[in-house]
Structures are given as structure tokens and as C-alpha cells.
Nanobody, 113 residues
């Protein structure tokens, strides 16, 4: 069993930055791809970014060039650096280990002036 705990959300002005962290318990972290999803109010959940065990990354078109996903296997942690934030980035952000269908509890990101 793996538990995922997100942190780092909050309120930020447009153009600002936030870094989300997701700490994973358990011993299978380094062998698995990780991903960040988000759910905005009134919208379906969407994938934001993924990173494989080999550190290959992919991003949703809406965040390319602004968001960066990374991982530190020594700390069992995956990060999402979010720059140039826009109001449409407002959502609850979830960390997940897709192969095992493990999900964190989510962290709220609000971009507003």
C-alpha cells in the first residue's frame, strides 16, 4: 500500500508561482510513473503532467512551458513547479500513481487577484 500526501497549494496572484509536493510512503515509488491531475470547478478531471520511472515527462498542452514535473526518488517525492499561473489553473490538484490507482487527497490551488 502506498499513501500519497500533497502539499504546497494556496492562493496566488496571476503570473505567480507555486510548487506542489507529493510525498509517497511505501517502497515502490521509484519503480512507478507518477502524475498530477487537476479538477477545476464544473469541469472534468484532467491530466496535467506525468513522469516515468526513467524521468521521461509529458504535459497537457495548456501547461506546456509553464509547469515542470520532477521527482526525487531518494525522498519518495514528486513535484509540480507551476509558473506564470493563470486564473484558469484554479483547481484541486491531485497526485497519483496511475499503475496502482493510488491518489492523494488533493490540494487547492487558487489563482486570483
Amino acid at each position: 500500500q502506498v499513501q500519497l500526501v500533497e502539499s504546497g497549494g494556496g492562493l496566488v496572484q496571476p503570473g505567480g508561482s507555486l510548487r506542489l509536493s507529493c510525498a509517497a510512503s511505501g517502497t515502490s515509488f521509484s519503480f512507478n510513473a507518477m502524475a498530477w491531475f487537476r479538477r477545476a470547478p464544473g469541469k472534468q478531471r484532467e491530466v496535467v503532467a506525468t513522469i516515468t520511472s526513467a524521468y521521461s515527462t509529458n504535459y497537457a498542452d495548456s501547461v506546456k512551458g509553464r509547469f515542470t514535473i520532477s521527482r526525487d526518488n531518494a525522498k519518495n517525492t514528486v513535484y509540480l513547479q507551476m509558473n506564470s499561473l493563470k486564473p484558469e489553473d484554479t483547481a484541486v490538484y491531485y497526485c497519483t500513481m496511475p499503475a496502482r490507482d493510488y491518489w492523494g487527497q488533493g490540494t487547492q490551488v487558487t489563482v486570483s487577484s
